[in-house]
């Protein structure tokens, strides 16, 4: 996985181009996961009466 | 969440200020320019194409402008003691004026727009503007790609951040902090309930 774009200049020299938006949905997964986290724990402290 | 301290009567319902007028303007109009900026930002990402860039340099100034006003707001007329982490907010079931979870998220929110503002800031220098002219030969190649770096782990954060911050403002048990927001105040059953008064007595609501 690439985390970062990269390009080249007129003289074939790699030059950074910013952070990978292949990363995006890694970061909408990371929310997901921790309101999903969350969630089931609130369920779960329910159903034991905490 | 059961209350640990029971208080009864009109003491109970009794309205505390949470947040000073001012506070929830800065506070909404950050959410505004935020979520401008992250949809004028990465929805061109995503293949909607549009003129996002003069909305979007725009709204940074604006987000720019919002964070100087906070940061000068939490510095001389406001307690940094407030969101500052300390021992006994581990582990502690009631927080002072806000819970670890709290400072936690505000740090976090701080850190990314702190980069996305650091940097947006000196990348104005490549959008042409009424007040000036691009020059995109200011820094070098390598720095302009760490900043938009930079800027990107930024926008990114931003995504997961806000996802997690309007789940956790919109779940029942929070529902008192939404009103707060927006409406300025929270009943001194809920501050015994959810804060260490002795950390934070609250004042009457005005």
């Known amino acids: 996985m690439e985390f970062v774009r990269v390009s080249h200049d007129a003289w074939g020299q790699q030059v950074l181009e910013g952070v990978s938006w292949h990363l995006l949905p890694y970061a909408v997964a990371l929310g997901a996961v921790v309101i999903i986290g969350h969630a089931v724990y609130r369920l779960v402290r329910g159903k034991h009466g905490a | ?206």
């Not at chain 2, 906070?70 to 009631?94: C, E, K, N, T, Y």
């Not at chain 2, 820094?139 to 930024?154: E, F, K, P, R």
């Not at chain 2, 990114?156 to 707060?180: D, K, Q």
Request: proline share 3%; aromatic share 10%; glycine share 8%.
């Open chain 2, 1 to 206: 969440m059961a209350a640990s301290v029971e208080i009864t009567g009109a003491e109970a319902s009794e309205r505390i200020e949470r947040h000073k007028g001012i506070d929830r303007l800065f506070h909404w109009t950050t959410a505004v320019a935020v979520l401008t900026l992250m949809g004028t930002g990465l929805l061109p990402v995503v293949g909607v194409k549009f003129e996002w860039i003069k909305i979007h340099w725009i709204a940074g100034v604006v987000l720019a402008a919002l964070v100087l006003f906070h940061l000068v707001r939490a510095v001389f007329w406001q307690s940094l003691r407030a969101v500052w982490i300390s021992a006994r907010d581990v582990g502690a079931r009631r927080g002072g004026k806000y819970s670890i979870a709290q400072k936690l998220m505000h740090h976090a929110m701080a850190l990314m727009v702190l980069g996305a503002v650091g940097t947006g800031v000196v990348m104005l220098a490549k959008v042409d503007t009424p007040f000036w002219k691009r020059n995109p030969y200011l820094l070098s190649a390598d720095t302009w790609g760490t900043l938009y770096v930079i800027h990107g782990l930024a926008a990114l954060s931003a995504v997961t951040l806000v996802m997690i911050h309007v789940y956790f403002g919109l779940i029942p048990e929070n529902r008192m902090y939404l009103r707060a927001m927006i409406r300025g105040w929270i009943t001194r059953q809920e501050l015994v309930t959810r804060h260490d008064p002795e950390r934070w007595p609250g004042k009457k609501n005005p």
